[in-house]
């Protein structure tokens, strides 16, 4: 089957900085990749859709100069959270589509900013 | 308007019972996909079945099957002989938007806990 992988698998950080989570499609090649966030206990929102070679497009209320998307291969999209902020820790997933009607998840990266 | 309705929060079941998870829907979009994902504690979503809304017939993946109501707009998960590891956070997603801009849109989930 098709495999997403993302890297950190975690990653504690101190506040200011930034952290940047890649996800990848290991044996297929991605044109979209969407990035989610999950709160503990609660359900995965969307923050943005990442297609190959093109601006990301950011869901209402994502701040796009705090999250930078950039999905510069068919296999690879990184997700940057610049200047972060003790309220950024959360989880964070990746999900790449083979086709249109499949999407693949990554492990996720869950991110602590001290 | 909640696209994605889990009215279950929690559901408890003892090993080797079925168990009905719920999943309503709500879109005016006449082509629409409802998935079913679980999430272990590891965090990882893995894929359990798919339906899309032109199939005629349930979807159907070893112990997992799909009861798909058109008509209600419910696409519960049905979870035949429960083992210890189905113990995980269930996910109902619904595909909207057009062609390749296409997006999954989640509901809050169901926690399943499976007893010996």
């Known amino acids: 089957g098709a495999v997403v992988s993302q890297h950190p698998s975690w990653v504690i950080c101190k506040s200011g900085t930034s952290v940047k989570i890649e996800c990848r499609s290991l044996d297929f090649q991605a044109t979209t990749m969407f990035w989610y966030r999950q709160f503990p206990k609660q359900s995965l929102m969307l923050m943005a859709t990442?297609?190959?070679?093109?601006?990301?497009?950011?869901e209402q209320g994502v701040e796009k100069d705090k999250f930078l998307i950039n999905h510069a291969s068919l296999t690879l999209s990184t997700l940057t959270v610049t200047s972060a902020h003790p309220e950024d820790s959360s989880f964070y997933i990746c999900?790449?589509?083979?086709?249109?009607?499949?999407?693949?998840f990554g492990p996720g990266t869950r991110l602590t900013v001290t | 308007a909640q696209k994605i309705t889990q009215t279950q929060p929690g559901m408890f079941v003892q090993e080797k019972e079925a168990v009905t998870l719920d999943c309503t829907y709500d879109t005016s979009d006449q082509s629409y996909g409802l998935f079913w994902y679980k999430q272990p504690s590891s965090g990882e979503m893995i894929f359990l079945i798919y339906?899309?809304?032109?199939?005629?017939q349930n979807a159907t993946e070893g112990r997992y099957s799909l009861n798909f109501q058109k008509a209600r707009k419910s696409a519960n998960l049905v979870i035949s002989a429960s083992q210890l590891g189905d113990s995980a956070m269930y996910f109902c997603?619904?595909?909207?938007?057009?062609?390749?801009?296409?997006?999954?849109?989640f509901g809050t989930g169901t926690r399943l806990l499976v007893s010996p």
């Open positions: 339906q899309g809304s032109y199939d005629e």
């Open positions: 999900s790449a589509r083979a086709h249109v009607y499949e999407q693949y």
């Open positions: 990442s297609n190959e070679g093109s601006k990301a497009t950011y």
């Open positions: 997603a619904m595909r909207e938007g057009p062609g390749g801009f296409q997006k999954l849109v």
